[in-house]
């Protein structure tokens, strides 16, 4: 389990600690009320809970279908654990607090130091700045990492989600229209999808 590692190298800046396995390439990041550490297998029950909590909201049209059955979560939520330990081009952060997992940061490749964001949180945890505060310090991680871009897409009509987004210097780049689901009739759902994108090393530089 991650809490047996042996670290090695603690960077510590004015607002997170990073302890750093240096083997492993493994950090863990803490931020004044949360934990940020590589998602484990045992996740998977946290992450059910912010599937199914999505599901129940007017947001559900706007992702695709998670199934969230043990038999299909369980092997899903291992492979996110050995492909963030195998290396940087699919990462997977589960975020906690007093020890509970509530919430989860996903990181994937998509061109030469550019990276799609994914994120969730369980509902009972939302509305206390968890979110952001979380995304701040793990895209700082990315920028250590030497990430450039970092793209996000989510719906227009998802005004948490885009309000997160814009809060963390993320801005509208383009749009287009998507669908996840069929009416009754079969028809396809759509919707206004927004593509996102934040810049680090245009910040790098005016810092």
């Not at 897409?153 to 998507?178: M, W, Y």
């Not at 009754?184 to 927004?194: P, R, T």
């Not at 593509?195 to 530089?205: C, G, H, I, V």
Request: charged fraction near 25%; charge should be negative.
């Amino acid at each position: 389990m991650f809490e047996s590692l042996h670290y090695g190298t603690m960077i510590s800046t004015n607002y997170r600690l990073m302890i750093k396995n240096e083997i492993l390439g493994i950090i863990m990041i803490t931020t004044n009320r949360l934990t940020i550490r590589p998602i484990e297998e045992n996740d998977w029950t946290a992450i059910k809970e912010i599937w199914d909590d999505f599901k129940n909201t007017e947001f559900v049209i706007y992702d695709n279908y998670k199934d969230t059955s043990p038999e299909s979560l369980q092997p899903r939520i291992a492979k996110w654990e050995e492909a963030t330990r195998k290396g940087k081009e699919h990462m997977f952060f589960a975020t906690c607090l007093k020890g509970e997992t509530i919430g989860f940061t996903s990181m994937n490749i998509v061109a030469p130091s550019e990276y799609e964001i994914g994120y969730g949180y369980i509902s009972k945890s939302q509305g206390h700045g968890f979110a952001k505060e979380a995304l701040t310090a793990i895209l700082d991680y990315m920028k250590e990492l030497g990430a450039t871009k970092i793209h996000a897409g989510t719906a227009l009509k998802n005004t948490p989600s885009v309000a997160l987004l814009k809060s963390l210097g993320f801005e509208l780049t383009s749009t287009e229209l998507i669908s996840f689901f069929k009416d009754d009739a079969g028809n396809d759902i759509y919707f206004e999808g927004g593509n996102f994108t934040k810049n680090l090393a245009l910040e790098s530089k005016i810092k």
